[in-house]
């Protein structure tokens, strides 16, 4: 990444690794009248290179998603680059608020796709399993009072995965062309309080995970079991499914490509 060439072209494509606290945000992307992960971004990277610059995500988060790692690409200054690539972490960084850091960055193809090139996502929900709320926890894990099955959970779970159509947990005005996607793990485990559920596709449809937690969730409570669950995946009917369960539990973990992922770049300089 540091070989010197005269005849550098004047843009350079970079992959930025992403993190951030989803609760001050309205999503990621940018809005006329609300705060954005994308618009913040995007200004800070522009009182670094003076003029106008488009930061594109490999998702979409909703209003108060997290992420970990998520991946985005933006077209830089290829001088720049070249001089200092701690341009792109610590120096936007400090335009950044405190809910947004850069963590990894490499560069890449000039037809390199943050969006289109991903392979496969991953995701996270944190439940807060537990009689009383955490006041240190309120805006990173979805607060569940009643105790939860977690192996009637873990049956119920086993009944996505694989590539099947994924109607009845996908959000009504979902746009996708097709529901069929593929899942290709799906865990839930439990440490003291905390429940993760553990979720990665090769793509993910409109709420999908945050539909699949609600029901999911029901389960645990009882309100349903894992054969109904079973039982509605196969009638497609989203209707007939459980309530979405909260953004603020919902992390964006990793982003897969050909030849590398979000997580791997974290550290990346």
Known sequence: MNTANSDLPEKQRIAMVVEFDGQPFHGWQQQNNACSVQATMQEALQRIEGGSVVVTAAGRTDAGVHAEAMMVHADVSASRWQRSHLAYVHGINSFLPLQIRVIGVRAVDANFHARFDCRGRSYRYQIWNRSTASALHRWQHWWMPKTLDVEAMREAAQHCMGRQDF???????CQASSATRCIHTLTVEQSGHCITISVSADAFLY????????????????RSTPDAFAALLAGKDRSLGAATAPAHGLYFVDAQYDDFSSQALIGSF
């Open 167 to 173: 109607s009845a947990i996908r959000a009504s005005g």
């Open 207 to 222: 709420h999908m995970v945050r539909n699949l937690v609600g029901n999911l969730v029901d389960v645990g409570c009882g």
